[in-house]
């Protein structure tokens, strides 16, 4: 069984997608950005601050699905420029701890041209 999730505090998907869906006990969260959920809008950083705004994002949906970071299992990480992968690993590894899920991190060309980096998740909490 499928469960679609439109969590309470999570920004408005800007495209026709689900922030999140349940299968069985797994959590797969779709691309997030650095979109301020009270303002809904794209908010003014440099590398490290998106980074975090957006895996806050991820944090915000997570709890909707009665998980935590802490159940991610993997994450994919798309890089505006390549040459951020440092300053965005500084902040990636500041907000998971000692906690290290599985990652790939590529470099690609975004169809907005304010998007620097957007990251997905899988989590599991059965």
């Not at 990652?103 to 998007?115: L, Q």
Request: charged residues 25%; aromatic residues 10%; hydrophobic residues 40%.
């Amino acid at each position: 069984m499928l469960e679609r999730i439109f969590p309470p505090g999570a920004i408005e998907p800007r495209g026709p997608y689900t922030p999140a869906i349940k299968a069985g006990g797994f959590i797969f969260v779709s691309g997030q950005g650095a979109i301020d959920p009270v303002t809904n809008d794209w908010i003014d950083g440099d590398i490290q601050a998106e980074t975090l705004r957006t895996l806050e994002n991820i944090d915000i949906i997570l709890q909707g699905a009665g998980a935590s970071r802490t159940d991610i299992v993997r994450c994919g990480v798309f890089l505006k420029d390549g040459n951020d992968f440092a300053a965005m690993n500084e902040a990636y590894s500041k907000f998971f701890g000692d906690h290290k899920p599985a990652r790939t991190t590529v470099e690609v060309k975004f169809a907005s041209p304010r998007m620097r980096v957007e990251i997905d998740c899988v989590a599991y909490k059965p």
